[in-house]
C-alpha cells in the first residue's frame, strides 16, 4: 500500500451532473497530480497542485477544477459530466514537486461511470 | 510532438518464462523514464526511474535498459511469477515540464 487513498471507490453519474473526488496524500507529501485513465489507455495527466496552487495543467477543459487544502489533501471537481468522462480518475502524491527521481505514490483510483 | 509508444499491446506467456516489454519514445528534451506496473482497477506502482546517464537499472526480476540515444527502452522480466500478470506502463518525464508523458501500456498475461 502507498499510503495515497481516494474516496469513493465507485461511482456512478449521470449527464450534466457534478461530481467530487477526493485524495488523501502520502503523510510528509506536498505535491498531488490528478489522471485520468480510459479502460485500456494510459492515464491522463489533468492538473498538479503544489502548496495549495495549481502548479501545472493537461489538456482538459475549465469544467474539470481541483484544490488541495492546508494538509495537502486534494479534491478534484468536474461540472457538467459527459458520457466521455467515465474513467479511472487517479491521485498521486509526490514531495516538493516533479523533481529527477522522484517518484509518485498512486492511490486506488474511484471508478466513475457516467450515464 | 511528445509522445511514448509500447509494444506489444498485448502478451502471453507460461509462467518461469521470461519476457521483453518495448518503449519508444520521441520526448525532448528527456529528463527521465519511468516504468510503472499496474494491476487491474489499481493505481500504478513505480518499478523502476532511469535518467539520461543510466543504462540499466534493476528490481528484484525486472531489469530496465535505457539506450538516449536511439530513444528506446525495455523492461525484462526474469522468471515470470503469475502475480506479474499486470499493464505495464512506461512514462518519459520532459525536462523542466511538470509532466509525465505516459505510454498506453504493455498487458502481460502469465498462464500456469
Known amino acids: 500500500e502507498t499510503g495515497v487513498t481516494q474516496s469513493p471507490t465507485h461511482l456512478i453519474k449521470t449527464r450534466g451532473q457534478q461530481v467530487t473526488l477526493r485524495c488523501s496524500s502520502q503523510?510528509?507529501?506536498?505535491?498531488v497530480s490528478w489522471y485520468q485513465q480510459a479502460l485500456g489507455q494510459g492515464p491522463q495527466f489533468i492538473f498538479q497542485y503544489y502548496r495549495e496552487e495549481e502548479n501545472g495543467r493537461g489538456n482538459f477543459p475549465p469544467r474539470f477544477s481541483g484544490l488541495q487544502f492546508p494538509n495537502y489533501s486534494s479534491e478534484l471537481n468536474v461540472n457538467a459530466l459527459e458520457l466521455d468522462d467515465s474513467a479511472l480518475y487517479l491521485c498521486?502524491?509526490?514531495?516538493?514537486?516533479?523533481?529527477?527521481?522522484?517518484?509518485?505514490?498512486f492511490g486506488p483510483g474511484t471508478r466513475l461511470l457516467v450515464l | 510532438k511528445n509522445q511514448v509508444e509500447q509494444s506489444p499491446q498485448s502478451l502471453i506467456i507460461l509462467e518461469g518464462k521470461n519476457c521483453t516489454l518495448q518503449?519508444?519514445?520521441?520526448?525532448?528534451?528527456?529528463?527521465?523514464l519511468r516504468w510503472y506496473k499496474q494491476d487491474t482497477g489499481r493505481g500504478p506502482v513505480s518499478l523502476t526511474i532511469m535518467t539520461f546517464s543510466e543504462n540499466t537499472k534493476s528490481n528484484g526480476r525486472y531489469t530496465a535498459t535505457l539506450d538516449a540515444d536511439t530513444k528506446q527502452s525495455s523492461l525484462h522480466i526474469t522468471a515470470s511469477q503469475l502475480s506479474d500478470s499486470a499493464s505495464y506502463i512506461c512514462?518519459?518525464?520532459?525536462?523542466?515540464?511538470?509532466?509525465?508523458?505516459w505510454g498506453a501500456g504493455t498487458k502481460l498475461i502469465i498462464k500456469p
Open positions: 498521486a502524491s509526490s514531495l516538493v514537486g516533479l523533481a529527477v527521481q522522484e517518484t509518485q505514490y
Open positions: 518503449c519508444n519514445y520521441t520526448v525532448s528534451p528527456f529528463s527521465n
Open positions: 512514462v518519459v518525464s520532459q525536462k523542466g515540464n511538470y509532466q509525465l508523458i
Open positions: 503523510s510528509g507529501h506536498n505535491t
